[in-house]
């Protein structure tokens, strides 16, 4: 048994400063946000995005070559983390930026939304770094708790709290059966770290049918987490259900969270049951592909749109994560990144859009879009040819790397199957594109958006084309990552 050492828990803290920092920073946010005006809540978001800057730069500040263990075995930084914490952090700065406007114009510019947003990056971090059970889940209940009260955040909206109700109950039972699946792992492995997890498994349990129960159990929950099929069903409704700019946020960093879940348990904690595992991910993979990119034909609401397109792209991200190689875990982290940032575009363009009492959510509205604003029209385009994964644009090269790693382990149908979905899932992409150059406009009105909003959104597009032709650098941090 592993006695603890006060004096090594206070010095191992200065790896845990960025979280640290981030929970005081939104406890000190909640506290002055009390005290402000009604018409001086925009003071609460500026405070909300400079501290996830300083914290990133807090994250970004540690030299990090291997795995570091502190916090009593609680806590682990690698290069994995720290690359996953500045992205989450950058995001939802970024995602805070988009929404500003947003709550503003629909008088709900209020400060439990920042505050909620701060607590969920929070949560998303402590899970990126858990390095036990009991911190994985911790971090996993508070990135899903803040969630839960940013979907009703709009009290007089009924949709909301629907999609909210429904998003709890569903999320509430994935949690209970995650937390069962360890509990199953815990008892027959004896350990709740997730190293020692993987050396019992080494020494001969894998095999046992109760690590075997366990895993089921964990799959549905990290199926569910990252909304693959046939645990999605309150992606489309909650998509759709939340405020636009809720909706942002969870289309964009939860994903790292879902990913960074998977990673620590599946290949972390349990890579000696990867032949289990790998063939259960197989099945969510395929259906998530399938189902994903066949239904978001239908659609009509460009948020259900997304949201059908969000599970296809976790299909991708699991093909990358059940080829249970270096390349295959890069594949799926460049990926998930590249995914969040595209993601993070495209739903930011729906904010751009939308003005009181319009919400442009439906494809319709941006009909004519090239001749109210051949620029913002291009931007969509770059985002929509991303998501397709057309070249030279940054999806081509993320599906390109998680086909690669499936057929470096000898799963040619799957990568065949993956290929000829990407086709299908190109067509509806391309409907907006299509809709947004060659329609007549059905709206005529001004575009609206702040300047800072309006050069973030553009600089976000230009960045998803620069890392399509450039792909080399956060293809070489994903792979000294993860290879």
Same mark, same amino acid.
């Given at each position: 048994?592993?006695?603890?050492?006060?004096? =090594?828990?206070?010095?191992?803290?200065?790896?845990?400063?960025?979280?640290?920092?981030?929970?005081?920073?939104?406890?000190?946010?909640?506290?002055?946000?009390?005290?402000?005006?009604?018409?001086?809540? /925009?003071?609460?978001?500026?405070?909300?995005?400079?501290?996830?800057?300083?914290?990133?730069?807090?994250?970004?500040?540690?030299?990090?070559?291997?795995?570091?263990?502190?916090?009593?075995?609680?806590?682990?930084?690698?290069?994995?983390?720290?690359?996953?914490?500045?992205?989450?952090?950058?995001?939802?700065?970024?995602?805070?930026?988009?929404?500003?406007?947003?709550?503003?114009?629909?008088?709900?510019?209020?400060?439990?939304?920042?505050?909620?947003?701060?607590?969920?990056?929070?949560?998303?971090?402590?899970?990126? /770094?858990?390095?036990?059970?009991?911190?994985?889940?911790?971090?996993? =209940?508070?990135?899903?708790?803040?969630?839960?009260?940013?979907?009703?955040?709009?009290?007089?909206?009924?949709?909301?709290?629907? /999609?909210?109700?429904?998003?709890?109950?569903?999320?509430?039972?994935?949690?209970?059966?995650?937390?069962?699946?360890?509990?199953?792992?815990?008892?027959?492995?004896?350990?709740?770290?997730?190293? =020692?997890?993987?050396?019992?498994?080494?020494?001969?349990?894998?095999?046992?049918?109760?690590?075997?129960?366990?895993?089921?159990?964990?799959?549905?929950?990290?199926?569910?987490?990252?909304?693959?099929?046939?645990?999605?069903?309150?992606?489309?409704?909650?998509? =759709?259900?939340?405020?636009?700019?809720?909706?942002?946020f969870i289309g964009s960093a939860p994903k790292i969270a879902a990913f960074a879940l998977a990673m620590r348990l599946l290949p972390e904690a349990m890579a000696f049951s990867q032949p289990d595992w790998s063939q259960m991910l197989v099945v969510l993979a395929v259906l998530s592909i399938g189902v994903g990119n066949v239904v978001a034909i239908a659609q009509t609401n460009l948020k259900r749109m997304l949201a059908y397109s969000t599970i296809s792209h976790v299909g991708y991200i699991l093909l990358g994560i059940l080829a249970g190689t270096g390349q295959g875990y890069a594949a799926a982290m460049f990926y998930t990144i590249t995914y969040v940032i595209v993601a993070t575009g495209s739903f930011g363009m729906i904010l751009l859009m939308s003005r009181q009492g319009f919400e442009a959510d439906k494809i319709d509205d941006y009909k004519g879009l090239a001749i109210r604003s051949p620029w913002f029209?291009?931007?969509?385009?770059?985002?929509?040819?991303?998501?397709?994964?057309?070249?030279?644009?940054?999806?081509?090269?993320?599906?390109?790397?998680?086909?690669?790693?499936?057929?470096?382990?000898?799963?040619?149908?799957?990568?065949?199957?993956?290929?000829?979905?990407?086709?299908?899932?190109?067509?509806?992409?391309?409907?907006?594109?299509?809709?947004?150059?060659?329609?007549?406009?059905?709206?005529?009105?001004?575009?609206?958006?702040?300047?800072?909003?309006?050069?973030?959104?553009?600089?976000?597009?230009?960045?998803?084309?620069?890392?399509?032709?450039?792909?080399?650098?956060?293809?070489?941090?994903?792979?000294?990552?993860?290879?």
């Amino acid at each position: 048994m592993n006695t603890f050492n006060a004096a =090594e828990f206070n010095a191992s803290l200065v790896y845990a400063w960025p979280e640290i920092f981030l929970g005081l920073a939104a406890c000190v946010i909640l506290m002055l946000d009390l005290a402000l005006k009604d018409t001086q809540k /925009s003071w609460t978001g500026i405070l909300a995005i400079a501290s996830l800057i300083v914290t990133a730069l807090l994250a970004s500040s540690h030299p990090v070559s291997t795995r570091i263990l502190a916090l009593g075995g609680l806590f682990e930084l690698d290069r994995m983390a720290q690359i996953l914490k500045v992205v989450t952090l950058l995001t939802v700065a970024v995602v805070f930026v988009y929404s500003n406007e947003y709550l503003r114009r629909r008088g709900i510019l209020k400060g439990e939304y920042f505050v909620l947003g701060l607590f969920a990056a929070l949560g998303i971090m402590v899970l990126i /770094s858990a390095a036990n059970l009991i911190t994985l889940y911790l971090g996993l =209940e508070l990135m899903s708790l803040c969630l839960y009260a940013m979907v009703a955040f709009d009290r007089e909206s009924g949709t909301a709290a629907e /999609s909210a109700i429904k998003f709890f109950v569903l999320g509430s039972l994935a949690s209970g059966t995650l937390l069962y699946g360890m509990s199953i792992v815990y008892g027959v492995t004896g350990s709740l770290q997730l190293s =020692e997890i993987a050396i019992a498994l080494h020494g001969g349990l894998a095999a046992n049918v109760g690590v075997l129960f366990g895993l089921a159990f964990i799959i549905v929950g990290v199926g569910f987490k990252f909304g693959a099929v046939p645990f999605h069903m309150w992606i489309p409704d909650v998509y =759709e259900g939340s405020p636009t700019c809720v909706t942002l946020f969870i289309g964009s960093a939860p994903k790292i969270a879902a990913f960074a879940l998977a990673m620590r348990l599946l290949p972390e904690a349990m890579a000696f049951s990867q032949p289990d595992w790998s063939q259960m991910l197989v099945v969510l993979a395929v259906l998530s592909i399938g189902v994903g990119n066949v239904v978001a034909i239908a659609q009509t609401n460009l948020k259900r749109m997304l949201a059908y397109s969000t599970i296809s792209h976790v299909g991708y991200i699991l093909l990358g994560i059940l080829a249970g190689t270096g390349q295959g875990y890069a594949a799926a982290m460049f990926y998930t990144i590249t995914y969040v940032i595209v993601a993070t575009g495209s739903f930011g363009m729906i904010l751009l859009m939308s003005r009181q009492g319009f919400e442009a959510d439906k494809i319709d509205d941006y009909k004519g879009l090239a001749i109210r604003s051949p620029w913002f029209a291009g931007m969509m385009a770059i985002l929509m040819f991303s998501l397709a994964g057309l070249p030279p644009f940054i999806g081509f090269w993320a599906k390109f790397g998680v086909v690669q790693a499936v057929l470096g382990i000898g799963y040619t149908w799957l990568a065949v199957t993956a290929v000829l979905f990407s086709v299908v899932g190109a067509f509806f992409y391309l409907r907006i594109v299509k809709v947004m150059l060659f329609d007549d406009p059905l709206d005529h009105s001004v575009i609206g958006g702040s300047a800072l909003m309006r050069t973030l959104l553009s600089a976000n597009a230009l960045l998803a084309f620069g890392l399509g032709v450039l792909p080399g650098g956060l293809l070489a941090l994903c792979q000294q990552a993860l290879m």
